[in-house]
């Protein structure tokens, strides 16, 4: 079976990297130190400080364990390096939705790197994945679970 590839932007790995030090280097401990505290305070069967610390402790390593997995097998994408006019990941999407007048923007991002709030949506979102590969004019057919819609590529630029 073939390890998954994370896509993600230099913006995206360098973000990953300063979470996973924040982790490794300061909530880490600090979780570690509540633990002691609370073990000082005796009969841990009805300790809601320690339950609380050990749970905090589990969601931490598993998270230093996702971010590790990633970084492992992250696959930085430069959008310089692809066509121009090509919808890849790191490339900022302008559409217009056939039969109206109102642009939309979006940044195609790896899936971890995902705000939409912010106008950056997931490669593994029904738009990005119905966007990239085409071209600057291309009217491409968006399938999502609300249902199909036609646009047309109106601008594809590097950040």
């Given at each position: 079976m073939?390890q998954?590839v994370y896509?993600?932007?230099a ?6 990297e ?7 280097l300061?909530?880490?401990p ?27 402790q ?12 990633m970084?492992k097998?992250a ?8 066509d121009?006019?090509?919808v ?6 302008t ?8 642009p ?11 705000d939409?709030?912010s106008?950056?949506i997931?490669?593994?979102?029904p ?10 004019g291309?009217?491409?057919t968006i ?14 630029e590097?950040?």
């Amino acid at each position: 079976m073939a390890q998954k590839v994370y896509p993600m932007t230099a913006e995206g790995k360098e973000k990953l990297e300063k979470e996973l030090r924040d982790l490794k280097l300061v909530k880490r401990p600090e979780v570690i130190e509540r633990i002691k505290v609370a073990r000082s305070y005796g009969d841990l069967s009805e300790n809601s400080e320690y339950d609380a610390a050990k749970d905090e402790q589990s969601a931490v390593e598993q998270r230093i364990a996702q971010i590790e997995q990633m970084l492992k097998y992250a696959q930085v994408v430069e959008a310089d390096s692809v066509d121009p006019n090509e919808v890849s990941i790191g490339k900022t999407i302008t559409y217009t939705e056939v039969g109206t007048d109102d642009p939309e923007t979006y940044t195609i991002v790896g899936s971890d790197e995902s705000d939409p709030l912010s106008g950056k949506i997931s490669n593994e979102s029904p738009i990005a994945k119905a966007l990239l590969g085409k071209k600057k004019g291309d009217t491409v057919t968006i399938n999502t679970p609300g249902g199909s819609f036609d646009v047309t590529i109106d601008d594809v630029e590097s950040k």
